[in-house]
């Protein structure tokens, strides 16, 4: 079964530094999301991506964050200069379409598939 | 504001039916996604939908601002974490906190 793949498990870093996340979403999928779940709390959404550009984001999602697809498999996240705040569980997802109409007509729901996250420890 | 409720913990025996409830205060969110989730792996997709449906042992309500999630049969194997989520339109998914559930034998 098709699953989507995430490295590295675990990423510790100074804060200030660069970090790139990696995902290989699954490969007949077109959107392409990042969440992040901090220790204890809700997963939140951070951006979502499609046709190679940013579809929508969250107020989280600053000029710290970046997203890129540099090939036909990598979905990557950027952050820039990690804070501490930065530290949380970052789960990348994939659907195979977004397209959603409303009820009462036809009804299509993007069902998202997430990868295992990367566990991100700014010290 | 935008959010997904549901309870922190739910406790049950091996072999009951356990539920699993969830509302949310979403604009425009007309489907319910329920997950699974055992740290350390992707969250999986249990059921889904604007209506009540079933998937195995996994049976969903539906209304317009609330929906359970019924596991049939529960087995300790069952014990993890349980996420519901809404989506609005069809870029973002609103998640609840998570429901611990444990079980007992």
């Known amino acids: 079964e098709p699953e989507v793949t995430q490295t590295p498990s675990h990423q510790v870093t100074q804060m200030g530094q660069e970090v790139i996340l990696r995902c290989v979403p699954i490969?007949?999928?077109?959107?392409f999301y990042w969440y992040r779940q901090i220790l204890g709390q809700k997963v939140e959404f951070l951006v979502s991506f499609y046709n190679n550009e940013i579809s929508e984001k969250s107020e989280i999602f600053d000029d710290q964050f970046s997203v890129e697809r540099p090939d036909g498999s990598n979905f990557t996240l950027k952050i820039r200069s990690t804070k501490l705040e930065d530290s949380a569980m970052y789960f990348c997802a994939s659907s195979p379409s977004g397209r959603m109409d409303t009820k009462p007509t036809i009804t299509l729901y993007n069902e998202q598939f997430f990868g295992p996250g990367t566990r991100l420890t700014v010290l | 504001k935008d959010q997904v409720f549901q309870p922190s913990t739910v406790a049950s025996s091996e072999g009951a039916v356990v539920e699993i409830f969830c509302n949310h205060s979403?604009?425009?969110?007309?489907?319910f996604f329920w997950y699974l989730h055992f740290p350390g792996c992707a969250p999986r997709l249990l059921v889904k939908?604007?209506?009540?449906?079933q998937q195995g042992r996994y049976n969903m309500t539906y209304e317009r601002f609330s929906s359970s999630l019924l596991i049939l049969q529960v087995r300790e194997a069952d014990a993890a974490v349980y996420y519901c989520a809404c989506n609005t339109g069809f870029q973002k998914l609103v998640f609840g906190t998570g429901t611990r559930l444990l079980v007992s034998p």
């Open positions: 979403v604009s425009n969110a007309y489907n």
């Open positions: 939908g604007s209506k009540p449906s």
């Open positions: 490969s007949n999928h077109l959107y």
